[in-house]
């Protein structure tokens, strides 16, 4: 067979495998969403992997799925179904059927949408993982690539691939283990959780050595060793939650790698993580590299901010008016703690940018910045103050159907751009972050020994950045209990939630903490006819949706849910 030949039936096997992705990403993951079609639009015979820039392109597309990681569904599982984020009902806005009332008081169901989104955000990147390491391994076969090469941009896949099985044995337990693209069952069976686990470590340990461990423009926003070493020491804290075995000295000789060679500082101001222009900060571990134009999704402004606040920021349009904290979980930082910020009062805005915004708000102008749709019995009229501060009032007078248009201080830590637009943010998006490490290591040393001596140390640094006095002891009250009583490591607990503060991290620290199921401590009052709390052991895990189990008969429902 001549070689021109072989090449054009090489292309067209691969572009087959291309179309055949469309078709088993729909099959497994039933998804609404066309999270390949544009990315099969660009590929054609004459043009696929022949040239550097098109076979990292193509790697790139792995990538899309994280997309959704800063703000969409995943930002949602775990996030708002925590004690630092709420989104009350307000009047007709953010009803949804009572879905964010059921995310609050942990009362999901297998109808509601989330459950969707987080599977669909899962097997999405699993698939196109899968997809894109079979075809590297034909140009291989094909003599087409060299065969160290293609290790390289395989070992890479296999550490995104691990990202997003992570999230889906953390959210869901057992699930479908599908690693071959080519033979890949559309129903595929349900796996034990601990299987999954010791399946994605192994391969993991085996990947991880083999990334590059440069930190620089090539790999930022990729998967690199230290990106990877950060996924391990991930799944090492939570292994004792996964399995039932805990694997703390593991997470400790991960984080110790990270911070000893990896050549990353904490940044002198913490905002600098945060801010529209954080693009490679010495923090950076791993980013997202959202942008208004090229790769958009990221809008948490949209979903905190009120409506008038596209006056305060100069924003391009009006914002959603829902997402905020809880007054605890607000209150557990110190006033002095630069993460927590000013609040606005009626002499003037706050001057101290915060993880949030509290207290009256301003337009661009100076003048006071006003909400015409206000509620007549609101404390504070038509003033817009986030979370009534002041006023004597609760921060957020209830879950619904009546919370207040203003109620709750809103989520500030990334910075909005005066004049931008709200549902497509230029910041880039810490997936994993030097501070995360650290505080990760002081808990796997605490789990070890809560007499180590190494622990204050670290805990400490992260402190002192945010300019707060030093721990003497790890122990005190949780953050949605400050008056309650000490527990071990409560601080300790504190001070992660208070420096991850809307990072996707809440959750999971709960769960660790044995403090998940916890929700009556923290839910907010339930004014909905039906509305109900749920407090049980299930809820540790999210149920699969009824789609996914009507698709797919080998699916195994997780316990308490119908």
Not at 22 to 41: F, P, R
Not at 262 to 276: E, I, K, R
Not at 399 to 427: S, T
Request: hydrophobic share 40%; glycine share 10%; charged share 20%.
């Amino acid at each position: 067979m001549k070689t021109t030949d072989r090449n054009k039936m090489r292309k067209s096997r691969l572009l087959a495998m291309a179309v055949l992705a469309v078709m088993l990403t729909a099959t497994i993951n039933q998804s609404c969403t066309n999270l390949d079609e544009e990315l099969y639009s660009d590929v054609t015979p004459d043009n696929f992997f022949n040239t550097e820039e098109e076979i990292l392109a193509a790697l790139g597309a792995a990538y899309t799925q994280f997309g959704n990681w800063g703000s969409g569904d995943p930002w949602n599982l775990n996030c708002v179904s925590t004690d630092e984020m709420v989104v009350p009902t307000r009047g007709q806005d953010w009803d949804d059927g009572g879905d964010w009332r059921r995310w609050h008081l942990h009362a999901w169901t297998r109808e509601d949408g989330g459950m969707n989104g987080g599977w669909n955000f899962g097997f999405g990147g699993v698939n196109t993982a899968n997809r894109l390491i079979y075809q590297f391994e034909v140009l291989v076969e094909d003599g087409a690539m060299d065969a160290d090469v293609a290790a390289a941009f395989i070992a890479e896949l296999r550490a995104v691939r691990g990202f997003f099985y992570w999230q889906l044995i953390d959210w869901f337990g057992n699930v479908p283990l599908v690693t071959d693209f080519a033979n890949a069952d559309a129903q595929p069976a349900t796996v034990d959780r601990a299987d999954v686990y010791a399946w994605l470590v192994a391969d993991l340990e085996e990947a991880v050595p083999l990334l590059p461990k440069a930190v620089d423009g090539t790999t930022y926003g990729r998967m690199n060793y230290y990106a990877g070493k950060a996924l391990l020491a991930n799944l090492y804290l939570n292994a004792e939650v996964y399995t039932g075995t805990q694997q703390y000295a593991k997470a400790v000789s991960a984080c110790t790698d990270i911070i000893d060679n990896g050549g990353y500082a904490l940044t002198g101001n913490y905002f600098d993580n945060f801010s529209a222009s954080n693009t490679g900060t010495s923090e950076m571990i791993f980013a997202i590299p959202y942008d208004q134009v090229y790769y958009g999704g990221f809008n948490v402004s949209a979903r905190t901010l009120h409506y008038s606040s596209q006056y305060t920021y100069n924003l391009t349009a009006q914002p959603w008016n829902g997402f905020c904290s809880l007054e605890e979980f607000y209150n557990s930082y110190e006033d002095t703690d630069l993460r927590k910020g000013d609040v606005g009062t009626l002499d003037g805005p706050a001057i101290r940018r915060g993880n949030f915004i509290a207290g009256y708000q301003y337009n661009v102008d100076g003048s006071p910045t006003v909400d015409d749709g206000a509620d007549s019995d609101d404390p504070d009229g038509t003033l817009l103050n986030f979370g009534n501060i002041g006023s004597g009032e609760p921060q957020i007078n209830e879950l619904g159907p009546q919370a207040y248009r203003q109620a709750g201080v809103r989520i500030g830590k990334w910075e909005f751009e005066l004049g931008g637009h709200p549902d497509a943010m230029n910041n880039d998006y810490a997936v994993f972050r030097l501070a995360d490490i650290i505080l990760m290591k002081a808990e796997a040393l605490w789990r070890l020994n809560p007499g180590d001596a190494g622990i204050l140390p670290l805990v400490n640094d992260i402190r002192e950045r945010a300019g707060v006095a030093p721990l003497t002891t790890v122990d005190g009250p949780v953050s949605f209990d400050m008056t309650g009583p000490s527990i071990a490591g409560g601080e300790l607990f504190n001070e992660i939630g208070r420096e991850m503060f809307a990072e996707n991290n809440r959750r999971r620290a709960l769960i660790r903490w044995d403090l998940f199921t916890s929700v009556a401590d923290w839910a907010l009052p339930y004014n909905n006819p039906g509305d109900v709390l749920v407090e049980g052991e299930h809820t540790v895990l999210f149920p699969i949706h009824r789609d996914k189990l009507d698709a797919n008969p080998n699916l195994d429902q997780n316990p308490g849910y119908n």
